[in-house]
């Protein structure tokens, strides 16, 4: 079975300074990884996905992560963190089965912007 | 857009009535999911269906069903509200192909009195 681990429950920045969320999964074979965000009070919304074809992704809203199978890391980064950005991130890897894709989600990582 | 709208954002029930929880999403996907989030624990899956009439259970389904009668349209059923199922409930859909992500509904935040 999948599981990812979320290393931080909380992460603080300064607005302008970079974000590292980081992300860590297992898996016996190639996952889709991806990246949600949620806004108090609102749903997830997909901030980017990785499916094999490039090991840097590009997202929404200037988030990028970077798949690295040597460390079954799939950390997210933002150059210069914006007030909006305050939110829930979640981490989470797929796995495709007869029944169609199950999905495992980390606990999330509350993020906080300083102003 | 891919659109899945959820019944209720706030719903208050009492202590052993029969609760509904509604889904639906418009862009004809085949797999649909219901989760609980609560604080500190992420993410819970309750139960998914992959197809009209079939359900699997998930990773909570005690003191819950659910129901897809038709591809749109994914109910969670509560049957007797408890306090401890006070929670905030998620709708998702996906098309179910390799790589497919999901899609959110908006939550429906309900408090068991």
């Known amino acids: 079975a999948q599981s990812v681990t979320q290393l931080d429950s909380h992460v603080s920045v300064s607005e302008g300074t970079p974000v590292l969320l980081r992300c860590n999964y297992s898996?016996?074979?190639?996952?889709?990884l991806f990246w949600y965000v949620q806004h108090p009070n609102k749903g997830l919304q997909l901030l980017l996905k990785y499916t094999s074809a490039a090991t840097l992704v590009k997202g929404i809203n200037g988030f990028e992560a970077e798949f690295k199978k040597s460390e079954t890391s799939f950390h997210l980064t933002k150059p210069s963190a914006h007030m909006s950005d305050a939110a829930e991130y979640f981490c989470v890897v797929s796995d495709f089965l007869n029944t169609g894709n199950q999905f495992y989600f980390g606990t999330g990582t509350s993020l906080t912007v300083i102003p | 857009d891919v659109k899945v709208t959820q019944s209720s954002r706030y719903l208050v029930k009492r202590t052993g009535e029969k609760v509904f929880l509604e889904c639906v999403q418009d862009m004809d996907h085949e797999n649909m999911f219901w989760y609980r989030q609560d604080p500190g624990l992420g993410l819970r899956l309750i139960y998914f269906s992959y197809d009209v009439k079939m359900k699997e259970k998930g990773d909570i389904p005690e003191g819950y069903s659910v129901s897809r009668e038709k591809k749109e349209r994914f109910s969670l059923i509560l049957e007797s509200a408890s306090t401890n199922q006070t929670s905030m409930y998620l709708c998702?859909?996906?098309?179910?192909?390799?790589?497919?992500?999901?899609?959110f509904g908006p939550g429906t935040r309900l408090t068991v009195t």
């Open positions: 898996s016996s074979y190639s996952p889709s």
């Open positions: 998702a859909s996906s098309s179910g192909g390799t790589n497919a992500e999901q899609y």
